[in-house]
């Protein structure tokens, strides 16, 4: 993008309607809707196939847009400078969800996994939509992941609402996934 005003306000209309979009991220494209809205989740969760209980990762702007899922207080001091040294960036952590998280989000788990994102399209979406985004990887669950904008198309068609032709953001996987509070890595 050249413009950081250009993400489509068509993008963050379908968001604000329930629509679930595919976008691009750091690796690979994503599917998102408003974690809000648990139509909108359950709709993107029934196009990937994806079982609810495995939970989502919110992928947004700033660590103030999640703090609204997070159980901020719940995070010690002494993890605080790994997990803020890493942002933005392609790192996901799983932290202690708020006690109002949806499970719709969270899934089996009483942990949320969270991500700011570096991206400039998905930075630049998040802040015109004034919150986060659900993030999954824009493919069936179990299958191969989405690397452009034309495999979405056939494998998502008229199911999502918009698709953001923006270019992904260079890296060659998907983001690391650490634990907030112990540093294991579930992916990486």
Not at 160 to 169: H, N, R, S, T, W
Request: proline content about 6%; glycine content about 8%.
């Amino acid at each position: 993008m050249t413009d950081s005003t250009s993400v489509p306000l068509t993008a963050v209309a379908a968001l604000e309607q329930g629509g679930v979009i595919v976008y691009p991220t750091e690796a690979v494209y994503g599917l998102g809707c408003d974690p809000d809205n648990q139509q909108a989740v359950e709709r993107l969760l029934a196009i990937k196939q994806r079982p609810v209980e495995k939970g989502l990762i919110l992928i947004a702007d700033n660590y103030g847009q999640l703090l609204k899922y997070v159980d901020d207080a719940k995070i010690p001091m002494d993890k605080r400078a790994d997990i803020f040294s890493q942002w933005p960036g392609a790192i996901t952590w799983v932290m202690p969800a708020a006690k109002n998280t949806p499970k719709w989000l969270t899934g089996q788990f009483d942990t949320i996994a969270v991500r700011v994102t570096n991206h400039p399209t998905v930075k630049q979406l998040c802040q015109q939509f004034g919150k986060p985004l659900v993030s999954t990887s824009a493919n069936l669950s179990g299958q191969d992941t989405v690397t452009s904008i034309a495999m979405a198309k056939t494998e998502f068609d008229q199911q999502v609402a918009f698709y953001v032709d923006e270019a992904l953001g260079g890296n060659t996987q998907p983001s690391t996934i650490k634990d907030a509070m112990t540093g294991k890595v579930f992916r990486g």
